[in-house]
């Protein structure tokens, strides 16, 4: 079942611009990443953030966790036409870290 | 090589039809993922498999049947399927016991039941 909620779910920018996308979540977690789909493909992961932590960064990449209020938000700055597709949460519990659920989404579209 | 691969990609069949879809990766994971994904809507995991035993279920119906044969391949077999299960079926793979969990997907077989 899905864990959690994605918003918006759809967003439309300029290329240039950042874009920024939030995820709230249920059950408490081992940790959290994003995942990106193009087109009804597979998903290729982003980044990830462990429970523990608060704020990660990869290149182009800014991922915030609060564990209090259960939500995530993920940031893309100087975003560009490529960057066009959707965009998953996924949260991972269990000792072994095999369950994982997905949130419902967001679809950015990145204009150029 | 970091590659989950899926045969076939696309998948046409009847309600009555019995077919299979398969997944590979040569990466050494030991666990091994099924998930449905519908349109415009997020995956949805059905099973999981860690080092070949089934460890998750998702009460998905018993017309999917997995199967993990070796730690390289994952199954799914399906049998009297419904239109509504026309979706993306996608495999995935990771390292069992890995404390990240980060999972490796492969395309995804697009089902069509008619």
């Known amino acids: 079942s899905q864990q959690g909620e994605e918003d918006p779910q759809a967003l439309s920018i300029q290329e240039g611009e950042n874009a920024t996308m939030n995820c709230s979540y249920k059950?408490?977690?081992?940790?959290l990443q994003w995942y990106r789909q193009n087109s009804g493909r597979g998903l290729v992961h982003l980044i990830l953030?462990?429970?523990?932590?608060r704020e990660k960064h990869s290149g182009r990449l800014r991922v915030t966790l609060d564990t209090s209020k259960k939500s995530s938000s993920l940031l893309i700055t100087a975003s560009r036409a490529a960057d066009t597709a959707s965009y998953f949460c996924?949260?991972?519990?269990?000792?072994?870290?095999?369950?994982?659920?997905f949130g419902a989404g967001t679809r950015l579209t990145v204009k150029p | 090589d970091t590659e989950v691969t899926q045969t076939p990609k696309h998948l046409v069949m009847g309600m009555t039809n019995k077919k299979s879809l398969k997944c590979e990766q040569h990466?050494?994971?030991?666990?091994m993922y099924w998930y449905k994904q519908k349109a415009k809507k997020p995956p949805e995991l059905m099973f999981v498999?860690?080092?070949?035993?089934?460890?998750i279920n998702e009460s998905v119906p018993s017309r999917f049947s997995p199967e993990c044969p070796n730690s390289s391949l994952l199954n799914l077999h399906l049998h009297a399927l419904q239109p509504e299960d026309s979706a993306l079926y996608l495999c995935?793979?990771?390292?069992?016991?890995?404390?990240?969990?980060?999972?490796?997907f492969g395309p995804g077989t697009r089902l069509t039941v008619l």
């Open positions: 995935a793979s990771s390292q069992a016991l890995d404390y990240k969990g980060t999972q490796y």
């Open positions: 059950t408490s977690i081992n940790n």
């Open positions: 953030i462990r429970s523990n932590e």
């Open positions: 996924a949260t991972v519990r269990g000792y072994n870290n095999n369950d994982m659920r």
């Open positions: 990466m050494g994971h030991r666990a």
């Open positions: 498999y860690s080092y070949e035993k089934l460890s």
